[in-house]
Structure formats: structure tokens, C-alpha cells
């Protein structure tokens, strides 16, 4: 089965400085992989998901980019933060045949 | 734009009780809705429903989906305090290019107080 690694746990970045999260995936291959957002009475909103290396897909318009240089690997990235960044990401993996999603165990970012 | 809409939005009983939360959804090419719970960090797998009236079971939580009506329920019988936790439904819908989304709700806080 599928593992799901995210770094950093938690991270406090100010106003207008880079972000980096990154997502990697054991035990599977050729996954799709998404980025949720989850903020404070807003439930999980999807931000990015990837069916295959260098393939993104955004779904909501922000400062926040996606890339997928590996298979396995997918990082979310900001050139500068704003507060309303602040929240919960989590990376989740799925597939064609693994159609459920399973989540990592988040990075809580705290935008000050 | 898909919409998924769970009740009640928190929630508070005592151990022993049995609760039902309810997940209503509207969404285009739906293929299948699925429950999560979530307690302090990532939310963890439930049940994944695809077919009208068949209910899922594991152990006290059982939950059924309806079709027509396009809802589901979670139901937890003989509550514990290890069920406190957000529960998340989630509809998933066909995107094209071999991709499943996942629309979720807000989410059902449940509180089991000893």
C-alpha cells in the first residue's frame, strides 16, 4: 500500500517570503496526486492535481504554482506568501484504479 | 459548480449514543461518495459507495447511499470518545483526461463526551 510523506509538519513564514511544501509517494507508480487546501470553516478545497509528470492542473486562480519533476514527487510553491495563505495543506494520492484518495499527514502553514 | 452539503455542522452526544450525520450533494458525472474521518491530522478512509441502497459496514459505523435522492448517511452506533472527530464526505466525479476529483463538504464535528 501507499505511503504519503510531507514536509515540513508545520512552518511560520512571514508576509511575502517564498514557500516550498513538498509531497513524496512510496508503493505506487504513475499516481495522481493532488494539493488541498483546508482553512478554517471552508472544509478541503483542491488546488492542484497532476495525473503524470509535468502535468498540473489548478483549479482555483492564486499565488500558489505547482510542479511534478518526478513520478512520485509533487511540491507546492509560492514566490510570496500572503496571510490568507494560512491553513492546512495536504498532499493525497489516487489513481485510475486506486480511485480513493489517501491523504499525507499535512503541513500546517501559518502566514504571520 | 458541484456542491456537497453536510448536516449538522457539529454535533455533541454522549457515549453509547448513535448518531447519523447526513451527506446531500449535486454534482456532474458523479461516480462514487466517500467518508473520511478526520481527527488531528489527515483524514483517514471510511467507505467508498458507488451503488444506491447497499449499505457499507466496519464494525459500529455503517453508512448507505442514495441515488435518486442523491444523499448519504454515516451512522455510529455505541458512540466512544475515540469517535470524536470531524467526518468528511466527499463526492467523486469523473473530470475526463484520467483524473477522479474530489468535492468535499465542511465537514461534522462530533464531540462524545464520557
Same mark, same amino acid.
Given at each position: 500500500?501507499?505511503?504519503?510523506?510531507?514536509?515540513?509538519?508545520?512552518?511560520?513564514?512571514?508576509?511575502?517570503?517564498?514557500?516550498?511544501?513538498?509531497?513524496?509517494?512510496?508503493?505506487?507508480?504513475?499516481?495522481?496526486?493532488?494539493?488541498?487546501?483546508?482553512?478554517?470553516? /471552508?472544509?478541503?478545497?483542491?488546488?492542484?492535481?497532476?495525473?503524470?509528470?509535468? #502535468?498540473?492542473?489548478?483549479?482555483?486562480?492564486?499565488?500558489?504554482?505547482?510542479? /511534478?519533476?518526478?513520478?512520485?514527487? *509533487?511540491?507546492?510553491?509560492?514566490?510570496?506568501?500572503?496571510?490568507?495563505?494560512?491553513?492546512? %495543506?495536504?498532499?493525497?494520492?489516487?489513481?485510475? $484504479?486506486?480511485?480513493?484518495?489517501? *491523504?499525507?499527514?499535512?503541513?500546517?502553514?501559518?502566514? $504571520? | 459548480?458541484?456542491?456537497?452539503? #453536510?448536516?449538522?455542522?457539529?454535533?455533541?452526544?454522549?457515549?453509547?449514543?448513535?448518531?447519523?450525520?447526513?451527506?446531500?450533494?449535486?454534482?456532474?458525472?458523479?461516480?462514487?461518495?466517500?467518508? %473520511?474521518?478526520?481527527?488531528?491530522?489527515?483524514?483517514?478512509?471510511?467507505?467508498?459507495?458507488?451503488?444506491?441502497?447497499?449499505?457499507?459496514?466496519?464494525?459500529?459505523?455503517?453508512?448507505?447511499?442514495?441515488?435518486?435522492?442523491?444523499?448519504?448517511?454515516?451512522?455510529?452506533?455505541?458512540?466512544?470518545?475515540?469517535?470524536?472527530?470531524?467526518?468528511?464526505?466527499?463526492?467523486?466525479?469523473?473530470?475526463?483526461?484520467?483524473? %477522479?476529483?474530489? $468535492?468535499?463538504?465542511?465537514?461534522?464535528?462530533?464531540?462524545?463526551?464520557?
Amino acid at each position: 500500500s501507499q505511503t504519503i510523506h510531507q514536509w515540513p509538519a508545520t512552518l511560520v513564514q512571514p508576509v511575502g517570503s517564498p514557500l516550498s511544501l513538498e509531497c513524496t509517494v512510496e508503493g505506487t507508480s504513475n499516481p495522481n496526486l493532488y494539493w488541498y487546501r483546508q482553512a478554517a470553516g /471552508r472544509g478541503l478545497q483542491l488546488l492542484f492535481y497532476s495525473v503524470g509528470i509535468g #502535468q498540473i492542473s489548478s483549479e482555483v486562480p492564486q499565488n500558489l504554482s505547482a510542479s /511534478r519533476p518526478q513520478d512520485r514527487q *509533487f511540491i507546492l510553491s509560492s514566490k510570496k506568501l500572503l496571510l490568507s495563505d494560512s491553513g492546512f %495543506y495536504l498532499c493525497a494520492c489516487g489513481g485510475q $484504479t486506486l480511485r480513493v484518495q489517501y *491523504f499525507g499527514p499535512g503541513t500546517r502553514l501559518t502566514v $504571520t | 459548480e458541484d456542491k456537497v452539503v #453536510q448536516s449538522p455542522l457539529s454535533l455533541v452526544v454522549h457515549e453509547g449514543d448513535t448518531v447519523t450525520l447526513n451527506c446531500s450533494y449535486e454534482v456532474t458525472n458523479f461516480r462514487s461518495l466517500l467518508w %473520511y474521518k478526520q481527527e488531528k491530522k489527515a483524514p483517514t478512509f471510511l467507505f467508498m459507495l458507488t451503488s444506491s441502497g447497499i449499505e457499507k459496514k466496519s464494525g459500529r459505523l455503517s453508512s448507505i447511499l442514495d441515488k435518486k435522492e442523491l444523499f448519504s448517511i454515516l451512522n455510529i452506533t455505541a458512540t466512544q470518545t475515540g469517535d470524536s472527530a470531524i467526518y468528511l464526505c466527499a463526492v467523486e466525479a469523473d473530470s475526463g483526461a484520467g483524473s %477522479y476529483q474530489l $468535492t468535499f463538504g465542511k465537514g461534522t464535528k462530533l464531540s462524545v463526551i464520557p
